[in-house]
Structure formats: structure tokens, C-alpha cells
């Protein structure tokens, strides 16, 4: 399983873009990125998915260069609310068995 | 979307009793569903893989006497921690994967607090 590594934690102020930055140099072919969002006392939630170029959805953004060695996920214009641990993930594609191994996570605080 | 639940969601018990922790998936079946156990200010840490019909995998390092793993059904995945104490005292997290995507349902997670 490929390792991942994030920033340990990130401030942003409300309205901002946050851009967070995931390394995992030993990508694997069948590998998908995949980032989730924790509050305290919670499980994990899924935010977006991806396996190369851009995906966008209703909450965010991620960009995948073409080596596939780092991704970016982007939350536009954020809110107190957004203040969350985030994980990126890497897992198999085919023959996925779904076992994710989690990093450190990035901890977002986002400042009025 | 799919829904995984856990019951309870918070439980506090006596060292050396045991405790079991109900991981259901509410609208999908789920062959293998996978346990995680989280410190206060860490990160999950993946304890075992519950697989339907069959004995569970355990992680390098965790006790596969002490968490007892059934996967009955499709639909249910119960963790026991046996002769719990307070180092077992933690946030436990179960997960299922989706059947039509590379995503993973978490449930809400269990509060165990072991006095």
C-alpha cells in the first residue's frame, strides 16, 4: 500500500481556497487517490476520489499531475465548518480488497 | 447514499469485562468490512479485516484473542473486546466497502471507555 504524506496542519481564514498538497511517490498503477474529512468524534467522511487529471464535485476539487506522485485537493471558499482533519488516501483499484492504510492527516483550522 | 451504523456509540464498562461493538450496513451488503481503532490526536489505525463467512485478518500487532471479530452476515459486523482495560479505552471505527465505487463507508464510530 502506498504511503502518503501531508502537511501535519494548515490555518486558513473563511472565504479563503485551501489548497491541500499529498505526496505518495509509490503510486501503483490500479491505485486511486481518494481524500476524506474527519471531525472530532466522528468516522470519516469521503469527500472526493480521483485516478488522474481533474475531479471536481460539489465540495471540492482535486488535481492529479500526469506522474501521479502527489495530488492537490482544493476547498474553495471555506468555512468555519470546514475546520476537520483531512486524509489522503491511496488504495488498489481492481481487485480492490478496500483496506486503507491512513497517514498523519492534514489538520485544517479555519479562522473567522 | 449507503449508510453504515454502529451501536453502541458510546459505552463505558468495568476492567475485565467484556464489550461488543455492532457494525451494520444499512442499505448494501458488505462481504468485508474492516475494523479501526483511534486514539485522541492520531489517526485510524486499521486492526482488522471482518470477512463474511470466514475468520477475520488481523494487523500485525493486535490481539486477535482479545478482539474477537464475527462477520455473520452480509449485513453485520460485531468487534468484542474481551477482558477489556483502560488502555483499550479508545474510538472504534468500522468501515465497509462500496460495490460500486473505491470508496469506503465509515460508521460513526463507538466511544469505549473502559474504568
Known amino acids: 500500500l502506498a504511503k502518503t504524506t501531508q502537511p501535519i496542519s494548515m490555518d486558513s481564514y473563511e472565504g479563503q481556497e485551501v489548497n491541500i498538497t499529498c505526496s505518495h511517490n509509490?503510486?501503483?498503477?490500479?491505485?486511486?487517490i481518494t481524500w476524506y474529512q474527519q471531525f472530532p468524534s466522528q468516522g470519516p467522511r469521503f469527500i472526493i476520489q480521483g485516478y488522474k487529471t481533474k475531479v471536481t464535485n460539489e465540495v471540492a476539487s482535486l488535481f492529479i499531475p500526469a506522474d501521479r506522485k502527489s495530488s492537490t485537493l482544493s476547498l474553495p471558499r471555506v468555512s468555519l465548518s470546514d475546520t476537520a482533519v483531512y486524509y489522503c488516501l491511496v488504495a488498489l483499484g481492481s481487485g480492490n480488497t478496500g483496506k486503507l492504510i491512513f497517514g498523519q492527516g492534514t489538520t485544517l483550522q479555519v479562522k473567522p | 447514499g449507503a449508510v453504515v451504523s454502529q451501536h453502541p456509540s458510546r459505552v463505558i464498562c468495568k476492567s475485565g469485562t467484556s464489550v461488543k461493538i455492532e457494525c451494520r450496513s444499512l442499505?448494501?451488503?458488505?462481504?468485508?468490512m474492516f475494523w479501526y481503532r483511534q486514539f485522541p490526536k492520531q489517526s485510524l489505525m486499521l486492526m482488522a479485516t471482518s470477512n463474511e463467512g470466514s475468520k477475520a485478518t488481523y494487523e500485525q500487532g493486535v490481539e486477535k484473542d482479545k478482539f474477537l471479530i464475527n462477520h455473520a452476515s452480509l449485513t453485520l459486523s460485531t468487534l468484542t473486546v474481551t477482558s477489556a482495560h483502560p488502555e483499550d479505552s479508545s474510538f472504534y471505527i468500522c468501515s465497509a466497502p462500496s460495490l460500486v465505487s473505491h470508496e469506503q463507508y465509515f460508521g460513526p464510530g463507538t466511544r469505549l471507555t473502559v474504568t
Open positions: 442499505d448494501f451488503q458488505a462481504t468485508t
Open positions: 509509490n503510486i501503483a498503477t490500479n491505485d486511486y
